[in-house]
């Protein structure tokens, strides 16, 4: 790593810490339902994944180290089934395991400096791998992108039903536990012909940057000459259409929008676009071109998906390996309507895809620019050990969030619904120094939890310990 790329992680290390600590965030993932995989033998993986979790409040026992050797990152990121077995998924299991954490988790979020491919019949990305729980399907089903995703919320080639936007919590609720995947994303790809630590970076401060701003760009949707574009062109009206009733602005145009500014995101079906033609993207904007060699990095022909994020975007996807023209296989373009409505880039793209096993989604899994612009603050903390701490959800609308958790160094210590306090003296805890977060949800489809943290202090006489 450069002196200039440690100086940048070093510098929002620490703004990110100076934010995540004592402040509101509103992701449709609590922090401590996700797992951070973090490559032990690589800086740049250590070292993104700390500031990412610092800024996002992800616990220290929610960050998971595993050792990924350079030969599988160079001179092709890829690794075989069994590598990714011995290697990812059965250390992060077995932790998961004993932190007690394996019911807790929704997804995992990747570092950067893992093999974005697993090689096999057939090949499949490595968030796919791991959205399968690590047990592929009839191989048949993948080539021909028929496999169906039991989060995915349709449109269905053989059923043309949708099902409103929904977060992770809900889908699980509604599925039996053997059949619940498990989403994940990479945090970004630093390998040869991809982005520099400081692009990653910089995404990733769009991605916090943008939760809760309700951009008001434009969502546009390119169409062009060829298979690629064809596939998903009866997509763009519906969805247009949807976008409207978020007051969401999309333009669909044959035109590749050069010089354009305030772009929200950005479908296309091309092999070679050029994203720094685009005038300037807002933080969270996604931008994906459905084209065969995307995340391919052994191949220069085609546009990267890494060109988006280079480019401004704070995200986007690729294919990993040849995946033909079948539109399962990429975001449907009711993405944009699932994270108008709330949820998580994570969230919009597992609802989006069909057939998610080949592609890998790069950037801010937990950006959420639609999220709810309410707030949760701590109205009374005890600094003596005993007594009522009290919180309130800082908007007028204070019954759209009825259930609330308090959790102390990463430990659920209280449910409840209604008023947000926790009884001090009704927890059995030692003299020191915690970390109290509370989370308050709503009853819904996304939930979109609200959560906030403090430090609080047992002195020495605390009497009831």
């Not at 402040?23 to 800086?43: G, K, M, Q, R, Y």
């Not at 011995?86 to 992060?92: D, F, K, T």
Request: with cysteine; proline share 8%.
């Amino acid at each position: 790593m450069s002196t200039s790329s440690k100086a940048l992680i070093i510098r929002w290390l620490v703004a990110a810490i100076a934010f995540g600590w004592g402040v509101c965030c509103a992701n449709a993932i609590a922090p401590h339902e996700v797992v951070l995989l973090i490559n032990s033998d690589s800086t740049n993986s250590v070292q993104i994944a700390r500031a990412y979790a610092a800024a996002r409040g992800i616990p220290e026992r929610n960050r998971i180290a595993v050792s990924v050797p350079e030969r599988f990152l160079k001179p092709v990121a890829e690794m075989s089934d069994e590598a990714f077995a011995r290697l990812i998924w059965e250390p992060a299991n077995e932790i998961l395991a004993d932190r007690q954490l394996t019911d807790q988790v929704l997804a995992w979020i990747y570092s950067v400096d893992f093999p974005l491919r697993i090689t096999g019949n057939p090949p499949v990305s490595l968030t796919g791998l791991t959205f399968l729980r690590n047990l592929r399907p009839d191989a048949d089903l993948v080539k021909d992108g028929r496999y169906a995703s039991p989060v995915y919320g349709g449109p269905d080639p053989f059923d043309w039903s949708i099902q409103p936007p929904a977060g992770l919590h809900y889908q699980r609720a509604q599925l039996d536990a053997a059949v619940m995947p498990l989403p994940a994303a990479m945090l970004g790809y630093t390998g040869k012909g991809g982005n520099t630590p400081q692009i990653v970076m910089r995404t990733l401060r769009d991605g916090l940057a943008a939760d809760s701003s309700r951009p008001s760009g434009t969502v546009y949707f390119v169409t062009s000459p060829g298979i690629r574009s064809e596939v998903r062109e009866s997509q763009f009206a519906p969805a247009k259409q949807e976008l409207a009733r978020y007051d969401v602005r999309a333009v669909i145009t044959s035109e590749f929008p050069v010089g354009a500014d305030n772009v929200l995101g950005l479908l296309a079906g091309m092999q070679n676009p050029q994203p720094r033609d685009i005038g300037g993207f807002l933080p969270g904007a996604f931008a994906e071109h459905l084209t065969s060699f995307s995340a391919v990095y052994e191949l220069a022909e085609q546009t990267k998906m890494t060109a988006w994020t280079a480019a401004g975007a704070s995200a986007s996807a690729g294919a990993v390996t040849e995946p033909r023209a079948y539109w399962t296989k990429f975001p449907h373009a009711r993405f944009f309507v699932y994270y108008a409505a709330g949820c998580t880039y994570l969230e919009s793209f597992y609802q989006a895809v069909r057939c998610p096993l080949q592609t890998v989604p790069i950037g801010d899994p937990l950006m959420r620019p639609f999220g709810p612009a309410e707030s949760i603050v701590f109205d009374r903390v005890p600094n003596d050990g005993a007594g009522v701490v009290r919180a309130r959800i800082d908007t007028p609308r204070l019954g759209m969030y009825s259930d609330y958790e308090f959790w102390l160094d990463d430990r659920l210590i209280k449910k409840g619904t209604g008023r947000i306090q926790l009884e001090l003296e009704d927890i059995e805890i030692g003299p020191g120094t915690y970390r109290l977060r509370v989370i308050a949800r709503r009853r819904d489809r996304i939930q979109h939890p609200l959560w906030t943290e403090t430090k609080i202090t047992i002195p020495q006489n605390k009497e009831n310990y």
